[in-house]
């Protein structure tokens, strides 16, 4: 498949509130207002930083840009939805979307983009791409990282201290044992945790899942499967319950949203389960505020949600979608403002090395620990710590990644749309505990299995492996009968 059709996946997400209290006074003044994520922490600085970036916008395009801060949690995290309740009583309306935005809606793009993305068809098309080929265009992937992979991120200092070596730990086994080992050792440390304690231990886990569903591609026979019914789902549960019940997992994660990096800083925990890709080590040990190294732990797989958890749009509730178009090809193609949302200013937030790379300078008040979820990656410094050639190694990696079987395929549950619904309640209610170790998978996995059947998991199970089968035919049959 062309590496272009990858990237070229687009979600529909995201609808946002009316329009009041940051309106245009006439058309003259238009003020556009934008998403600025950020992984942990919002920065002391960032007023100095979004009055330059509007300056910079008004001088291309002839608009005023709103950058609100928003802490990247999930959409049913409770922080989340009070900050965007909050914009939302203030009169807040995001001009542009990002596809982590659960709930808002993406506008269709298609003749924007031709008449106001210019620059943005021109940079995919140097990657051998075509945004405008195909069907509508209501997003537009970010330019980095769209695969998935897992690894787990280890303490430096301890893996040192024990002369641990990285070549030991290569399945979630080899950390079991490492486990059993060091926590001993250090009994006031806990060994592992997910990404943040409301999340499980399978974060960022590759299996071939498909979205809206519990089902799966099976590894062994290529057929839809219930994935919290195979022998791998179980076997990885079970492990987990018995680090629960070792002690090797923090207590507190059922009552608690805490950032795993949070945990590592305070000195209180050795490892934790996050995504992996070139690069990564410099990004958790920003957020650890210590040294840290990551193991990878699954190969890299490009699926649906991954290709789709990077896409840029514009809002529904947009007054100004042609201006708000010329705003985003500024953040897909313009080297400075990307920098300056990214880093801060150069010579009072950062300096540059002979290598190009990037260092803290006197003041370090601004720091974007998201500035991948940017749009364009690609055009931001590389920081200190990191090598040189980054970019060029995540392309690689992008590149090295397999492509899920059922890419591009996308389940309609019409027909059976209650008893999916159903069955996803179900997953939810249990699966969380399941996979942080403290529902005991012998007891509650049959028993989430058995309400499954119960709710018509057969039934659906059945609509989804007739259109995924009938799916694959028509991709052999363009594919000249290759897969």
Not at 49 to 75: S, W
Not at 313 to 328: D, N, T, V
Not at 405 to 422: G, H, I, M, S
């Amino acid at each position: 498949m062309k590496r272009g059709k990858i990237i070229l996946m687009v979600v529909v997400i995201l609808s946002l509130v009316s329009r009041k209290g940051y309106g245009q006074e006439s058309p003259e003044e238009i003020l556009l207002t934008a998403p600025l994520f950020f992984e942990n922490r919002i920065p002391e600085e960032l007023t100095e930083i979004t009055e330059l970036a509007d300056e910079i916008v008004y001088g291309k395009i002839g608009v005023h840009v709103r950058f609100v801060p928003v802490l990247r949690l999930t959409g049913k995290d409770t922080r989340r939805n009070k900050e965007m309740l909050l914009l939302e009583r203030e009169g807040a309306v995001f001009d542009l979307l990002h596809a982590s935005m659960n709930g808002y809606e993406f506008a269709e793009i298609t003749e924007l983009v031709a008449e106001y993305g210019t620059d943005i068809l021109e940079l995919f098309k140097k990657n051998g791409q075509d945004l405008l080929e195909g069907n509508e265009l209501r997003s537009i992937p970010s330019l980095g990282d769209y695969v998935s992979g897992q690894g787990i991120a280890m303490r430096k200092d301890i893996l040192e201290k024990y002369k641990i070596s990285l070549d030991s730990l290569q399945t979630y086994a080899d950390f079991d044992q490492l486990f059993a080992w060091l926590a001993p050792l250090e009994e006031r440390m806990k060994m592992i945790c997910s990404y943040s304690t409301k999340r499980g231990l399978l974060y960022r886990y590759t299996w071939n899942g498909f979205e809206n569903t519990v089902f799966c591609v099976s590894e062994d026979d290529g057929e839809v499967a219930n994935w919290y019914g195979t022998q791998d789902y179980r076997e990885l549960v079970q492990l987990f319950r018995k680090w629960y019940e070792q002690g090797y997992l923090y207590e507190y994660s059922a009552l608690q949203e805490i950032q795993a990096a949070d945990l590592v800083r305070s000195g209180i925990l050795f490892s934790y389960v996050c995504a992996y890709k070139p690069g990564i080590e410099t990004e958790v040990s920003n957020h650890c505020g210590r040294s840290m190294v990551v193991k990878e732990l699954t190969k890299p797989m490009i699926t649906n949600a991954s290709l789709e958890r990077g896409c840029w749009g514009i809002s529904k509730e947009c007054a100004y979608p042609e201006k708000a178009m010329q705003l985003l090809n500024l953040l897909y193609t313009d080297r400075d403002l990307i920098n300056l949302l990214a880093n801060g200013i150069e010579g009072v937030h950062y300096k540059k090395c002979e290598d190009d790379t990037i260092v803290p300078a006197g003041r370090e008040g601004f720091f974007n620990d998201a500035s991948w979820i940017l749009p364009n990656q690609y055009m931001t410094d590389v920081r200190y710590g990191d090598d040189a050639r980054l970019w060029d190694m995540l392309d690689c990696y992008n590149r090295s990644a397999v492509e899920a079987p059922n890419l591009f395929f996308a389940f309609d549950d019409t027909a059976v749309k209650a008893e999916n619904a159903a069955i996803n309640k179900i997953a939810s209610e249990y699966t969380y505990g399941l996979e942080s170790g403290q529902l005991d998978p012998d007891i509650y996995l049959p028993e989430m299995l058995g309400k499954m059947q119960e709710a018509g998991e057969t039934q659906v199970c059945l609509e989804l492996s007739g259109q995924y089968q009938a799916w694959r035919t028509e991709q052999k049959e363009r594919n000249g009968g290759k897969k």
